[in-house]
Each structure stands twice: as C-alpha cells, then as structure tokens.
C-alpha cells in the first residue's frame, strides 16, 4: 500500500457520513487539496469526504474559497497540490468535459443558461454526449436520429416534471422568471446523469416560499437518482434544514466540520462567519 493509498484509508475512517453510507466508498474525496495565485494561498489543505447519498454544504465568508473549490472539482483549476477522488478514481488530468462525463455537475453563481433556446432545447443540450447517432444520420433525420431524440425529448420532459416545469417546455429560457432559470439550470445539470451534483448558491434571488420548495426538491433529487448534492449557499436557514454534513471555510482553509447542530455551536465558526451575520 503506497503512501497515497494510506492517506486515503486514514481520511475515510475519519470521515463524517451519512449511517446509510457507512457501508459504501465514497462518492468524492478530497486529500491536501490547495491552489496557488501568483504565491497567494486560494485553498490550503482542503480534506472532505462526501457519501454517496449525502447532502452535504459548504459555507463560509465572502472571499472564502467556495467558488474555488467548485471550480477545483470540475476542472476549471488544476490543483497546485493535492488529489480529488471522484467514486475512488483520480481525477488528476481531467479536464472539465471528462469530469463531468465521469459524474460532477454543477450550477453556477450567475446564471448560465442558452437564452434564446427552448427549456427543453437547454436540457438537450446536456445530453448531446449521449447521443449515438452520427452527424450524417443527423442531417439526413434517419430513424437512429427520431428514435434518440424522442428519447431525449421524453427524458427532458421527466427530468423537468420535478420541478413542475413540463409545461414551461417549448418556453425560451430567457423570457423565464429568475426562480425558474434557478431551477432549469438545475435539470440541465442533471440531465448530465451526475453522481455528485454542485449547487453554486441554488437559492440565490428566491422568495421564501421558493427556497422552501427548492428544499424538498434537493432531498427528492437525491433520493431518486440516489446522488450525493454538495451546496454552497449563505441562506443559513436552508443549509442548517437540509445538510447532513457542513465544512466551513475562511481564508481557503476549513476551520470547522460537523452536523449542522456542531457548527451552530462552533466558537470560531461564530466569530468568523454565523456571528457576523446575525450582527449586519
């Protein structure tokens, strides 16, 4: 066993995960996991290790890293240091297209949707690596071609009917409420078929009433595709009624770990992060 391997064993053994978990590996691990800006420290010594079915957050201060995090896991940085384990496999020289083929999807702080498509046009558009047919049973619409995209077309409409947005199909993404493209940006991702989903501040510009409804969603999206979901998200009364599993961030360095009761009743979380909330 190699001194990587050793580590990994250590880490797990450590780990906090959901009961329903224990007798499953992992679904993401995250060992020394750092960046370097022009010398500057981003993320330092990052370790987490999420459960395949476990919902779990990522909360800290403005500036904290959280963003980098996310980008770290799907490939938009290389890490200067450290290894990401995505289902016990090395992600070490992915780029963000093979990362996500081999399961991390993600949303993003700022909206990124095709406007000018269909709803369902924008869920497609996620699927296109499953697609078998050819460019030229394409452009000449053979049968593989109707057979696939009415698979698609089906596919589309059940990933959208968790959100009640059926209906909404053949609507362009840009005419959609802000709530809305919250959530359609959510169903694309998942049409990428993920076993880790990233949600970037999936409540962001919703009412209460929305991010009520957005709770429910996430445990049933987890609960049917039985998926792990990691969050970033500042609204404390979300992450502390959803997450099973919290990590705090300050500075690109965890400060705290724990259930969301042990982070509520963290000193240095407090003082860092929750306590100067309540004080704006």
């Known amino acids: 066993m190699d001194n990587k391997t050793k580590l990994v064993e250590?880490?797990?053994?450590?780990a906090l995960v959901p009961e329903r978990d224990y007798d499953k590996s992992p679904i993401l691990e995250c060992v020394n996991l750092g960046i370097n800006f022009g010398g500057l420290k981003a993320v330092d010594d990052f370790n987490l290790t999420i459960g395949r079915t476990e919902?779990?957050?990522?909360?800290?201060?403005?500036?904290?890293?959280?963003?980098?995090?996310?980008?770290?896991?799907?490939?938009?940085?290389?890490?200067?240091?450290?290894?990401?384990?995505?289902?016990?496999?090395?992600?070490?020289?992915?780029?963000?297209?093979?990362?996500?083929?081999?399961?991390?999807?993600?949303?993003?702080?700022?909206?990124?949707?095709?406007?000018?498509?269909?709803?369902e046009e924008n869920v497609k558009a996620a699927m296109d690596h499953n697609m078998s047919y050819n460019l030229f049973e394409g452009i000449l619409r053979m049968p593989r071609y109707w057979k696939e995209e009415k698979l698609a077309h089906e596919r589309a409409l059940e990933l959208l009917s968790i959100f009640h947005m059926e209906n909404v199909a053949g609507v362009?993404?840009?005419?959609?409420?802000?709530?809305?493209?919250?959530?359609?940006?959510?169903?694309?991702?998942?049409?990428?078929?993920?076993?880790?989903?990233?949600?970037d501040e999936p409540a962001a510009g919703m009412n209460p009433s929305e991010t009520a409804e957005l709770m429910a969603n996430i445990r049933t999206i987890r609960d049917t595709f039985q998926i792990a979901v990691l969050l970033i998200e500042h609204d404390m009364s979300l992450v502390m009624n959803i997450c099973e599993g919290l990590c705090v961030l300050n500075f690109g360095q965890i400060i705290a770990k724990g259930t969301p009761e042990d982070i509520q009743a963290n000193p240095a979380v407090i003082e860092a992060y929750l306590g100067k909330q309540k004080e704006a």
């Open 55 to 119: 919902i779990a957050g990522l909360i800290g201060p403005n500036g904290a890293g959280k963003t980098t995090v996310f980008n770290l896991l799907t490939k938009v940085y290389q890490p200067t240091t450290g290894t990401i384990l995505l289902d016990g496999k090395d992600t070490h020289g992915m780029n963000t297209i093979q990362v996500n083929h081999a399961g991390i999807a993600r949303t993003f702080q700022n909206i990124r949707l095709f406007n000018n498509l269909t709803v």
């Open 10 to 14: 250590a880490r797990r053994e450590k």
């Open 172 to 199: 362009k993404a840009g005419s959609l409420p802000y709530g809305a493209q919250r959530r359609l940006e959510i169903v694309r991702a998942l049409a990428t078929n993920p076993s880790l989903l990233l949600l």
